[in-house]
Nanobody
Framework: AHLVESGGGLVQPGGSLRLSCEASASISVIVAMGWYRQAHGKQREFVGHVTSGHSTDYADSVKGRFTISRDYAKNTVLMQMNNLRPEDTAVYYC???????????????WGQGTQVTVSS
């Protein structure tokens, strides 16, 4: 697998969780790393990302609560989620946009997904 996710779980409203996603060395050039989520019965939606230029972008629904950062040494993207709400409940997917080693085609790569449930 090109991406391996960890984190997620069950948390009460107002709580925090951290997701992690490590990209394999097979993705030799990374344009952006981030996260999408898909709630039950809904379409997958953008949550946020960090670009190779170190800029970040977030969905309005998570601004001020979620923080995405990148560990360049470990080729990992992290997402700290604070003040979680029941509407944050979803399967969260890591996304990396980049180039596989030895190719010149930019593509999107996806993690296996991890469940985040916010409930009392």
């Amino acid at each position: 697998a090109h991406l391996v996710e960890s984190g997620g779980g069950l948390v009460q409203p107002g709580g925090s969780l951290r997701l992690s996603c490590e990209a394999s060395a097979s993705i030799s050039v990374i344009v952006a790393m981030g996260w999408y989520r898909q709630a039950h019965g809904k379409q997958r939606e953008f949550v946020g990302h960090v670009t190779s230029g170190h800029s970040t972008d977030y969905a309005d629904s998570v601004k001020g609560r979620f923080t995405i950062s990148r560990d360049y040494a470990k080729n990992t993207v992290l997402m700290q989620m604070n003040n979680l709400r029941p509407e944050d409940t979803a399967v969260y997917y890591c996304n990396v946009r980049g180039y596989l080693m030895g190719t010149n085609v930019q593509d999107d790569y996806w993690g296996q997904g991890t469940q985040v449930t916010v409930s009392s």
